[in-house]
Structures are given as structure tokens and as C-alpha cells.
């Protein structure tokens, strides 16, 4: 019997959500263009939706016009694209999830108990790059697969941190490789790894094993995304695919499948998850099955410059 998994939580976390909604908010208050420096949530959908009403996406300050609005993404920003800011005299509306800002002041006060910082993520995300931002000399990036290249003396006095959408799995082992080099490692204050990421994770890695095929719709720069499927495969899953929408999927993939498991990253709308059901339901995959692990329930409210009136 063809069958869905189709596990929960999935999809927008509360960042995304408060995200998505500040650009809504400003363009609404103060109409378009509304410039957002680097995709706001990493979803092609999502960028393109805002595209069309209004918002003007952009990689560097140096491309928003003087005087214009400009909006900071989810994934936060260092402190010189802050100051960059201000020298070019832009209003700015700072979107960065709070978790990923927890995980600056984090950074903030390890580097000023004089540690140094050995923050686990990829170096070419924008998150890891706007925390690095914070204590750029004392901040040594590290992936989660080779925390071996850490190059560091061992008498210094070190933390470490990570990025907010690793795998909990992988990162712990790192910590564990790091833990041997550096015996006194102090961990962070908090659980950097985010809520959402962990719910998502878990909630997939439930039910993979059980799959024959796991489908992750998400973008392929969502970190969380791409995260979803390698969690599913170490959980058991014999395949899995990050799907940006229901056009990639290739039909072979269902061949021989009975069961295929369901999620989406934590910048998906859910209708790109109902495109995919829809596909899968004409080609015999109807009965879903929803695993709902935990429940999420809290949110963020807006920016402080959209709790006022801008100038
Ligand atoms: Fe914030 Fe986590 Fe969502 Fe990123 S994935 S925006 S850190 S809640």
C-alpha cells in the first residue's frame, strides 16, 4: 500500500515567519522599492513573491541608493555592514531572527572574557560570516565534517559556537573531535543549533526509517534544508532529495517506493509541500499519514523599528 509520511513540524519557524512578515510590513507602510540586502529567507519562492511586490534584493550596501530603506536579512549581519550602514546614512530595519543575534552577543562575550572562538559552520554562509563579524580576529571557523583543520594552540583558552541549522548529530561529533585537542573547550552559554532545526530534525529522522524514499522541499542554499536530508539518510532512509518545488521531482525516484517521507525546511511556504502531495497522490501516494512529533506554538514579534514609526 503506497503510502505518505508526512512528518511534523515542517516548514516556516518563527524567524522566518517574522522575517517574511517585516518586509511585508514595510512595504505596506512605506510602499516600494524596499531594499533587503541578501535573500531575506533562503527560498526561492518566497524571494520571488517579494520580488513582485516590491522588494528589491540585493547583495551589498554599495547597491541601495542613498536615503532608501534597507532591511537586514533573517541570517543576521556583521557589525561593519552595520556601521556601513550608518556611514551611508540608510534606514535600516534589522530582521535577524533573535536566535542567530543570542548567538552574536554569544560570540560578544567569549571574546571579551578572551577566548577565542572556534564556531562551527560553513564559512560561506551568511550567518557564520555576520558572526564572525563580531570578534572577526578571535573567530575561527570550523565545518562540522572536519573540525581536524582547526589550526590553534593548545594552551589558549577556548569556546565554541555554532551556526543555528547544523545537523545536532554532526556537531556534537565535532565538538567530541575538538573536545580531545582542546580538553577544556567551554561549551556555549545555550544551545546555539536552533529550535527549529532540532524539531525538524527529529521529527524526520522519526519516521525515516520507515521510508523508502524521504523528499525535503527546501532550496538548495537553505542550510536547514539540506541538513533535513543528510539526517534522514543517517536515520535509516535508503534515499532522499531536496526538492525546491514539485517540478524537480523525478519520476524514477518513486520506482519500486511504498513509503516516502515528507518535510520541508524552515523557510518553505507549506503550498510548495501541497504541490508535492498533489503530485504524489496522481501517482498513487494519496494516504497521508501526518507524524507530528512536537508542537510548535511561539512566535517573534517585528523589529523594533516597525514596533514604531520610522523617521
Ligand atoms: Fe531563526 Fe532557527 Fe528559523 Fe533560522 S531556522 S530563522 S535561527 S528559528
Given at each position: 500500500?503506497?503510502?505518505?509520511?508526512l512528518?511534523?513540524?515542517?516548514?516556516?519557524?518563527?524567524?522566518v515567519e517574522?522575517?517574511?512578515r517585516t518586509v511585508e510590513?514595510?512595504?505596506?507602510?512605506h510602499?516600494?522599492?524596499?531594499?533587503v540586502?541578501?535573500?531575506?529567507?533562503?527560498n526561492?519562492?518566497?524571494?520571488?513573491?517579494?520580488?513582485?511586490?516590491?522588494a528589491?534584493f540585493?547583495e551589498?550596501l554599495?547597491e541601495?541608493p542613498?536615503?532608501?530603506?534597507?532591511?537586514?536579512?533573517?541570517?543576521?549581519?556583521s557589525?561593519a555592514?552595520?556601521?556601513?550602514?550608518?556611514?551611508?546614512?540608510l534606514r535600516?530595519?534589522?530582521?535577524?531572527?533573535p536566535?542567530?543575534t543570542?548567538?552574536h552577543?554569544?560570540?560578544?562575550?567569549?571574546a571579551e572574557?578572551?577566548y577565542?572562538?572556534?564556531?562551527?559552520?560553513?564559512a560561506?554562509h551568511e550567518?557564520?560570516?555576520?558572526?564572525?563579524g563580531?570578534?572577526?580576529?578571535r573567530t575561527?571557523?570550523?565545518d562540522?565534517?572536519?573540525?581536524?583543520?582547526?589550526?590553534?594552540?593548545?594552551?589558549?583558552p577556548?569556546?565554541?559556537?555554532?551556526?543555528?541549522?547544523?545537523?545536532v548529530?554532526?556537531?556534537?561529533a565535532?565538538v567530541?573531535r575538538?573536545?580531545?585537542?582542546?580538553?577544556?573547550?567551554?561549551d556555549?552559554?545555550s544551545?546555539?543549533?536552533?529550535?527549529?532545526s532540532?524539531?525538524?530534525?527529529?521529527?524526520l529522522?522519526?519516521?525515516?526509517?520507515?521510508c523508502?524514499l524521504?523528499?525535503?522541499?527546501g532550496?538548495?542554499?537553505?542550510?536547514?534544508?539540506?541538513?533535513l536530508?543528510?539526517?534522514?539518510?543517517?536515520?535509516?532512509?535508503p534515499?532522499g532529495?531536496?526538492?525546491?518545488?514539485?517540478?524537480?521531482?523525478?519520476?524514477?525516484w518513486?520506482?519500486?517506493v511504498e513509503?516516502v517521507?515528507?518535510?520541508?525546511g524552515?523557510?518553505?511556504?507549506?503550498?510548495?509541500?501541497?504541490?508535492?502531495?498533489?503530485?504524489?497522490?496522481?501517482?498513487?501516494?494519496a494516504?497521508v499519514?501526518?507524524?507530528?512529533?512536537t508542537?510548535?506554538?511561539?512566535?517573534?514579534?517585528?523589529?523594533?523599528?516597525?514596533?514604531?514609526?520610522?523617521p
Amino acid at each position: 500500500m503506497r503510502r505518505v509520511l508526512l512528518a511534523a513540524p515542517r516548514g516556516y519557524c518563527a524567524g522566518v515567519e517574522r522575517a517574511v512578515r517585516t518586509v511585508e510590513e514595510a512595504l505596506r507602510r512605506h510602499g516600494p522599492p524596499i531594499y533587503v540586502r541578501k535573500q531575506i529567507v533562503h527560498n526561492t519562492f518566497v524571494v520571488d513573491d517579494l520580488t513582485r511586490r516590491g522588494a528589491v534584493f540585493v547583495e551589498e550596501l554599495d547597491e541601495v541608493p542613498d536615503g532608501a530603506l534597507v532591511i537586514f536579512s533573517a541570517h543576521g549581519v556583521s557589525p561593519a555592514v552595520k556601521e556601513h550602514a550608518e556611514r551611508r546614512g540608510l534606514r535600516t530595519i534589522d530582521a535577524t531572527c533573535p536566535l542567530v543575534t543570542k548567538v552574536h552577543k554569544e560570540a560578544v562575550r567569549f571574546a571579551e572574557a578572551g577566548y577565542e572562538i572556534v564556531l562551527i559552520g560553513h564559512a560561506d554562509h551568511e550567518e557564520v560570516e555576520g558572526t564572525r563579524g563580531e570578534a572577526p580576529g578571535r573567530t575561527h571557523v570550523v565545518d562540522p565534517v572536519t573540525p581536524d583543520d582547526l589550526r590553534l594552540p593548545a594552551d589558549r583558552p577556548v569556546g565554541w559556537l555554532s551556526q543555528t541549522t547544523l545537523s545536532v548529530g554532526e556537531t556534537m561529533a565535532a565538538v567530541s573531535r575538538l573536545r580531545e585537542r582542546f580538553p577544556g573547550l567551554v561549551d556555549p552559554p545555550s544551545e546555539d543549533i536552533c529550535y527549529a532545526s532540532q524539531n525538524r530534525q527529529e521529527a524526520l529522522a522519526a519516521i525515516a526509517a520507515e521510508c523508502d524514499l524521504v523528499l525535503v522541499v527546501g532550496s538548495a542554499n537553505s542550510s536547514n534544508s539540506r541538513r533535513l536530508v543528510e539526517v534522514a539518510l543517517a536515520a535509516g532512509a535508503p534515499a532522499g532529495h531536496l526538492v525546491d518545488h514539485v517540478g524537480d521531482l523525478e519520476e524514477d525516484w518513486l520506482d519500486g517506493v511504498e513509503t516516502v517521507g515528507v518535510s520541508s525546511g524552515a523557510s518553505v511556504p507549506e503550498h510548495l509541500v501541497t504541490g508535492l502531495l498533489e503530485r504524489l497522490a496522481e501517482r498513487g501516494f494519496a494516504d497521508v499519514r501526518p507524524v507530528t512529533l512536537t508542537r510548535e506554538t511561539f512566535t517573534f514579534s517585528l523589529p523594533a523599528e516597525l514596533r514604531s514609526e520610522l523617521p
